[in-house]
């Protein structure tokens, strides 16, 4: 019975971080640079189920909001390549 507890759990363990790992940003410049700065306090999900509402605007809001209220280490020239690439690979169409 113990065995097939632990056989379970390992299951589940495993197809949860095959999930994690298939969150992926799409490719572009800057892609780098998105993910080691947005990927954090939370994963790039967050990013992706946003991107039907945010254009350009809405993500420099986002952006900065991160930094200002979540205390963002960015970097201030950073911002504007990542507006960048969130407004082209997940901006709102
Ligand atoms: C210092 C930690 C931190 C970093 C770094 C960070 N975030 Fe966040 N982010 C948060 C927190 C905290 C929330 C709110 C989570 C919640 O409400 O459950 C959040 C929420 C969000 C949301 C959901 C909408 C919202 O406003 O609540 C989006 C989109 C988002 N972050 C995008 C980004 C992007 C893009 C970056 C990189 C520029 C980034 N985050 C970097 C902490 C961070």
Known sequence: MNQY???????IASAAFADESQIKLKDGPNKDLVAS????????????????????KGWEAEVNKMVNV?????????????VEYLTTYY???
């Open 37 to 56: 700065n947005c990927a954090v306090c939370h994963s790039t999900d967050y990013i992706q189920m946003n991107s039907v509402f945010l254009d350009r």
């Open 70 to 82: 979540m205390h963002a280490p960015i970097n201030k020239d950073d911002i504007p390549k990542i």
């Open 91 to 93: 901006g709102k169409q």
């Open 5 to 11: 507890l632990f056989l379970s759990l390992a299951l």
